[in-house]
């Protein structure tokens, strides 16, 4: 029986070199989910947050060489090699990142975290940089090159994730735009992975049932810029935001920081313009200023366009190449996406599922109304319930809101909308009505020709998860038939 190696940070290069050695091929079969591993392959016994691995070591002993685990086993085989480590989820990254040829590498990656702006600085990132050239792995879909399939998850598990990189290296493509979560940078599912540029955007409160507070949240996205970020890479932050303000001096002489979006920042963002067609702004720093002009809409977009303009240009990328990209139109799904209906009432399908990010939606629709703005939204089921009541403030920054569902998941939704209505300020017009469906017709009915309608929670999701079944729904969809439907009525009162 080979040694249980002790838990220390050294171990996890013991992990890498024992198994196989340095030169030789890892086996093909290394697996985290016990129905996965094959004949001689490697179990990696990872603790989860709803069933630990080390439960399924009993169930693979018949056909593995190795187990890589982190506690005391009640029994060793003397036909497996085990391996104890500090972090097995730590040392899964690792082991895959092996067994794809270290695809980051090849590929240079430029990734974003924070609570809001995410999805859009990814996409942006790959315009800038070109999609012929650069892969996405996003909250909405994961681009390779040669493939375009649905996301599972905003960062992949470390198996999917480094497959999805090789898969990007071998198809000839140089760069990757990528979305990092605060759960994946906890779990280590880019371990090992070493990133040109680092964008982070913002910290607001989301998460906390997972993380516990907001410093353990902080904490975590942090861990992007001291673990991942190469030695020569560029962290590029928004100190508009307190957190990020906090980053950038904790990240002081440990990385290149280059700063957006406060008034002490290296980049300022001035000149301002926005409207229904787009925004305008200069970029404007010592070196001089760039005009950017974007279709992207609200003040907060920005943001989002200096961070992934900063972060292109910090890997060689000219100002004449990003003005160049800007010129074609940029969609995000479910980002700010207008619809018009046959009443003329104007409607916005948008991912808004925070405070922070609801009370920026708002306020980007509001000089944008000549009417009323309506608000339809709900909050989650199963996730962080401390923001259900904030969400009820910010939105009643709105003039009529709908209450309503999202993804109630095992959740009675009632209780949901309970949670969220008790934050929604006295003397805001406001009605309750769960199903989302039913929620988005009354919309459709109430809006007249100058008012606007946020539709804010799921955005590009076309799905609705209900006691742990997802049900075929999408926002976008839902106006559709709607407009369908409020088209025919017209024809029949039409002399």
């Not at 280059?258 to 301002?272: H, R």
Request: aromatic share 8%.
């Amino acid at each position: 029986m080979d040694l249980v190696k002790p838990a220390c940070g050294e171990v996890m290069k013991e992990v890498l070199l024992s198994l196989r050695g340095p030169d030789i091929p890892l086996p093909e079969n290394i697996a985290t989910d016990s129905r996965k591993v094959g004949k001689g392959g490697v179990f990696i016994a990872v603790p989860g947050s709803r069933a630990d691995g080390h439960d399924f070591i009993p169930d693979v002993e018949d056909r593995v060489s190795a187990v890589v685990h982190s506690r005391e086993l009640e029994r060793y085989l003397p036909r497996i090699s085990y391996y104890r480590v500090g972090d097995p989820a730590l040392a899964a990254a690792l082991l895959f990142r092996r067994k794809y040829g270290a695809p980051d590498e090849r590929v240079k990656l430029l990734g974003v975290t924070g609570t809001n702006g995410k999805t859009t600085t990814a996409f942006l990132m790959r315009r800038l940089l070109g999609e012929s050239r650069c892969g996405l792995l996003s909250t909405v879909t994961f681009c390779t090159g040669k493939r375009t399939l649905p996301a599972t998850h905003t960062t992949p598990d470390s198996e999917t994730f480094f497959r999805l990189l090789g898969e990007m290296a071998a198809n000839g493509l140089g760069f990757c735009a990528l979305e990092l979560s605060s759960h994946a940078l906890a779990q280590h599912r880019a371990a090992g992975a070493r990133f040109a540029a680092a964008v982070f955007t913002n910290l607001t409160g989301d998460h906390l049932d997972y993380h516990g507070d907001m410093e353990h949240y902080y904490q975590a996205k942090k861990l992007f810029f001291t673990e991942l970020l190469a030695p020569g890479g560029t962290a590029v932050i928004n100190t508009g935001d307190p957190y990020g303000a906090r980053l950038a001096g904790e990240l002081a002489g440990l990385r290149r920081v280059v700063t957006f979006g406060s008034p002490d920042a290296a980049w300022k963002i001035e000149d301002l313009h926005g409207s229904r067609s787009g925004l305008a702004f200069c970029l404007v720093s010592g070196a001089g200023s760039l005009p950017v002009t974007s279709n992207l809409v609200g003040a907060y977009n920005a943001d989002n366009l200096a961070g992934a303009i900063l972060a292109v240009m910090a890997c060689g990328v000219s100002r004449e190449e990003i003005s160049l990209a800007l010129r074609r139109p940029v969609s995000v799904p479910g980002r700010m996406q207008f619809f018009t209906a046959p009443s003329g009432a104007g409607f916005v399908v948008d991912f808004a599922h925070t405070d922070d990010a609801l009370a920026n939606v708002i306020a980007a629709l509001r000089p944008l109304t000549a009417g009323r703005l309506f608000c339809v939204f709900g909050a989650g089921g199963n996730r962080d319930k401390t923001k259900r009541p904030r969400m009820g403030r910010a939105a009643a920054a709105a003039d009529h809101l709908l209450v309503t569902s999202d993804n109630p998941r095992s959740e009675d939704p009632g209780k949901i909308i309970a949670d969220i209505v008790a934050g929604i300020p006295a003397g805001t017009v406001f009605e309750t009505v769960p199903d989302r469906r039913t929620a988005i017709e009354r919309a459709c009915f109430l809006a007249g020709p100058k008012d606007m309608v946020l539709i804010a929670g799921k955005g590009h999701e076309n799905y609705q998860e209900i006691e742990g079944v997802k049900f075929p729904f999408s926002d976008a969809e839902e106006l559709a038939r709607c407009f369908r439907e409020m088209e025919r009525k017209n024809e029949k009162t039409c002399p």
